[in-house]
C-alpha cells in the first residue's frame, strides 16, 4: 500500500508514529500480512488511517501548500481531524481501533460494553464509573471501571483547517460539538455529495484524495462537472496534484 513511496522518511514517521500508539508493527502487517489479515477490521481501518496521513505528510513536506478545507468519507473522516489537527494522529489510531473493534466484534446484549472517553478528566471518569456501579445495589457482581488512562492531552484540539463533517455537512470548532458528530457518525448517513457541494461552495475547485485508491477522485465530476478531483498515493500521482494546484 506504501510501498510506491520508495521509502519516504515522512512515511516511515506516520508508519512509527502509530504503531507506537497501537503497540503494533504496522509497516510489517502491510509488508507480510495476508490478504486475509489485512481484510479484518480492525487492522483495515487503523492501516488506511495510516496511509491516508502519510500521503498528506508526504504532500505537506514536499510543498508547504495547506488545504483551503478537508473532509474525510467516513472513516476518512478521522484522518481529516489529524489533518487539521484536532487529533494526534497518536490519539485517532487507537480510537479508530476501537471503532473498527465495536462494528466487528460487537458485546452481546448484557455481558458488558467498552466505552472511549476523549477530553474529560481522569478523576470525573472515575466518580461516574463509580455512580455507576452504585446504581446496581451492594450485592451486585457487576463491574464498572476506568481504565487506559493513555494520555493526558487526549482530546480534540481546535482544527488549524476547516473540516466540512459527515453527519451534518458543517463546519465545527467547539471540541464538544466535534465529538459529538464523530458519535452520531458512526451509526449515520454519510452526506459526501452534500459535502462535495459545500466544498465547492468555499470557491476550492479541485479536491484531492488523500491515501490508497482514486475512488473519491472519480466520484467529484459525477458530483459536480465543473470540479476536479485528483487521487494523492504516490509519487507519480503527488506530481500529478503539484502541476495542478501548486
Request: charged letters at 20%; a negative charge; hydrophobic letters at 50%.
Amino acid at each position: 500500500m506504501l510501498d510506491a513511496w520508495n521509502d519516504h522518511p515522512v512515511v516511515r514517521e506516520t508508519l512509527a508514529e502509530a504503531s507506537d500508539a497501537l503497540g503494533q508493527d504496522l509497516g510489517a502487517l502491510i509488508r507480510e500480512g495476508t490478504k486475509e489479515t489485512l481484510a479484518l477490521t480492525t487492522h483495515t481501518q487503523p492501516v488506511m488511517l495510516v496511509a491516508g496521513i502519510a500521503a498528506f505528510r508526504v504532500w505537506m513536506a514536499e510543498t508547504g501548500t495547506l488545504p483551503a478545507v478537508v473532509a474525510g468519507h467516513s472513516l476518512g473522516e478521522y484522518s481529516a481531524l489529524v489533518a487539521a489537527g484536532v487529533l494526534s494522529l497518536a490519539s485517532a489510531a487507537p480510537l479508530v481501533r476501537f471503532r473498527a473493534q465495536a462494528m466487528q466484534d460487537a458485546v452481546p446484549v448484557g455481558t458488558g460494553a467498552m466505552a472511549a472517553i476523549m477530553g474529560m478528566p481522569a478523576d470525573q471518569v472515575i466518580d461516574g464509573c463509580a455512580e455507576a456501579l452504585r446504581t446496581f445495589g451492594g450485592d451486585t457482581l457487576e463491574v464498572v471501571e476506568a481504565v487506559n488512562f493513555n494520555d493526558p492531552l487526549q482530546t480534540f484540539s481546535v482544527p488549524q483547517i476547516p473540516v466540512i463533517n459527515n453527519i451534518d455537512v458543517t463546519v465545527e470548532t467547539s471540541a464538544d460539538r466535534i465529538r459529538a458528530a464523530l458519535y452520531r457518525q458512526a451509526f449515520g448517513p454519510v452526506r459526501w455529495v452534500e459535502c462535495v457541494q459545500a466544498i465547492k461552495s468555499r470557491g476550492v475547485t479541485t479536491l484531492v484524495e488523500a491515501g490508497p485508491g482514486r475512488v473519491l477522485a472519480g466520484l467529484v465530476k459525477r458530483i459536480d462537472p465543473e470540479l476536479t478531483g485528483l487521487p494523492l498515493f504516490d509519487p507519480a500521482t503527488l506530481a500529478d496534484v503539484q502541476k495542478a494546484v501548486v
